[in-house]
């Protein structure tokens, strides 16, 4: 009597295995395809915010219920013209000008200035106490309606948008990406573990006034 009454949960725990395993599965699937998804880094474009071959967590969702802000860090579909690849290639760059955004290189302590803000950034690339300028280049520009102007923080190895608008003849849209094409925000990096931390927008952003 003992004997049957542990085979009975024994067999009905193997039974439901494999509908456990295929729910597990499932959730797995759809929370990666809606929710959330990792993402290595390949390149030094975001250094040192960003190393090559960290791992970082994107929320998917929530780019559903609002529009990207200036200083998030975004992935996104690349246009073919950025990446060369028909096949589409994700990239990774922090939003600098929202729609509507006038963003200027740069003022006399050749900082960027966004609706006439100047910008403190902090997080832009440095080594051996040099540090990258703001931009190579001066420019002056409005970021149309439904795009974003996004730039990497190693801004002497990033092809962002100043690279694309220099490249393409000053074409806004073409140094613009479509705010439809953005993958979702990278929230936080998780591996290597020694480097985990959230990716949360710079102070210096909350000053910049609406267009």
């Known amino acids: 009597m003992i004997d049957e009454q542990t085979d009975k949960p024994r067999s009905s725990f193997w039974k439901e295995l494999p509908i456990l395993l295929g729910v597990a599965i499932l959730v797995a699937v759809l929370v990666r395809a809606f929710v959330l998804q990792t993402f290595f880094i390949p390149s030094p474009s975001m250094e040192n915010t960003l190393k090559i071959d960290d791992r970082v967590l994107v929320n998917k969702l929530v780019y559903d219920f609002r529009s990207p802000h200036r200083g998030e860090v975004i992935v996104f579909k690349a246009p073919i013209e950025w990446s060369g690849n028909p096949k589409g290639e994700d990239f990774i760059k922090r939003v600098i000008g929202v729609p509507g955004d006038h963003v200027v290189c740069c003022d006399p302590e050749e ?7 100047s910008l403190d950034e902090p997080y832009i690339f440095s080594m051996n106490g040099i540090r990258d300028k703001p931009a190579d280049q001066e420019f002056d520009i409005t970021v149309p309606k439904g795009r974003l102007w996004v ?18 003849g000053q074409n806004i849209t073409e140094a ?4 439809d094409d953005v993958v979702g925000r990278a929230f936080t990096v998780f591996w290597p573990v020694s480097r985990a ?8 952003f909350d000053g910049i006034p609406k267009p």
Do not use: C, F, Y
Not at 176 to 179: C, D, F, R, S, V
Not at 197 to 204: A, I, K
């Open 197 to 204: 931390t959230w990716l949360t927008v710079p102070d210096q």
């Open 111 to 117: 900082r960027l200035m966004i609706n006439g803000k």
């Open 151 to 168: 730039m990497g923080d190693h801004r002497s190895a990033s092809g962002d948008s100043l690279e694309h608008w220099q490249q393409s």
């Open 176 to 179: 613009t990406i479509p705010e």
